[in-house]
């Protein structure tokens, strides 16, 4: 995550094939699939059958993801999802288990959710997200924080983590960036869901397009982009890393620490059982 953007000359890394790279000895990914067209590298998250909601394991395969593209000759990456949604939100069995989790490891998985956001937000290849169906909670941030979000038609957006008595502190950061203050007040604090055309018109998304053909649009816009100068390109994204990269650091310490100190009040552990039993929470404020 300190490491900025810059070509492998630049790093002073030797440039190795893809086929290089798979030859070293690494874990298969399990909850996303990794391909590679040319210069496209393209992230699905593969857990279709959890709506590919986000666990501790995918948010780690994720990071890995993206540390092997920045060593492949990949210009671009496509973030998409398998089956019907993009990315639930997090997983439930990872919201269970977050109740009974110490101080130490809430601050250790807020702090792994910032280095995913955050890397992924300056990664230094252009990322598209083809946002194929419901983006919610953490969902959406991936979603949002790529350079390009296109959309389905069919897609949702929403930051409903007030719902359950949680916030979306990491995010927020980013999300101001994007939209503005008054509609990152009225997304956050709302936890409202909304429908594709409408996050096109607050600058959520970038483009909408017919479900069938999101990952195709992509693909066009992705070479349309690889025309441009892969140095410019490059250059581009670390000056515009470079204008927030200061005050990102400071808003995410800020985050960090009251995404999990949140996870140490009643209302969240009551927002949690009652969104887990399917019913109507009882706040107590605290």
Not at 114 to 130: D, G, K, N, S, W
Not at 132 to 147: F, K, V, Y
Request: net charge neutral; glycine share 8%.
């Amino acid at each position: 995550m300190g490491q900025g953007p810059g070509t492998r000359a630049e790093r002073g890394a030797t440039p190795r094939t893809i086929g290089q790279l798979m030859t070293k000895a690494k874990p298969p990914l399990t909850t996303l699939v990794l391909d590679y067209e040319g210069p496209i590298a393209t992230i699905t998250l593969n857990r279709p059958e959890k709506r590919n909601a986000i666990s501790y394991e995918l948010m780690e395969e994720f990071l890995r993801a993206l540390d092997e593209i920045e060593e492949s000759p990949a210009d671009l990456v496509i973030v998409t999802g398998a089956g019907k949604a993009f990315c639930s939100g997090m997983d439930l069995d990872n919201l269970r288990a977050i109740i009974g989790r110490s101080e130490d490891e809430n601050w250790a998985d807020s702090e792994m959710m910032a280095q995913l956001f955050r890397t992924l937000y300056e990664f230094p290849r252009v990322t598209i997200a083809a946002v194929n169906g419901p983006a919610i909670a953490g969902g959406c941030g991936l979603a949002t924080l790529c350079d390009f979000t296109l959309a389905s038609s069919e897609a949702s957006f929403g930051y409903t983590e007030v719902r359950i008595g949680f916030m979306p502190a990491i995010v927020s950061t980013f999300l101001l960036r994007q939209v503005g203050e008054k509609w990152v007040r009225d997304l956050l604090l709302t936890g409202r869901i909304i429908g594709a055309q409408e996050a096109l018109r607050i600058g959520l998304v970038t483009e909408v397009v017919a479900p069938e053909a999101v990952l195709t649009r992509a693909r066009e816009l992705a070479n349309t982009l690889l025309q441009n100068s892969p140095a410019s390109l490059l250059a581009t994204k670390r000056l515009l890393n470079r204008y927030s990269s200061a005050e990102l650091d400071r808003q995410i310490v800020a985050a960090v620490s009251e995404n999990a100190r949140i996870r140490a009040t009643a209302d969240f552990r009551e927002g949690v059982h009652s969104f887990l039993e399917k019913r109507k929470p009882n706040w107590s404020g605290k």
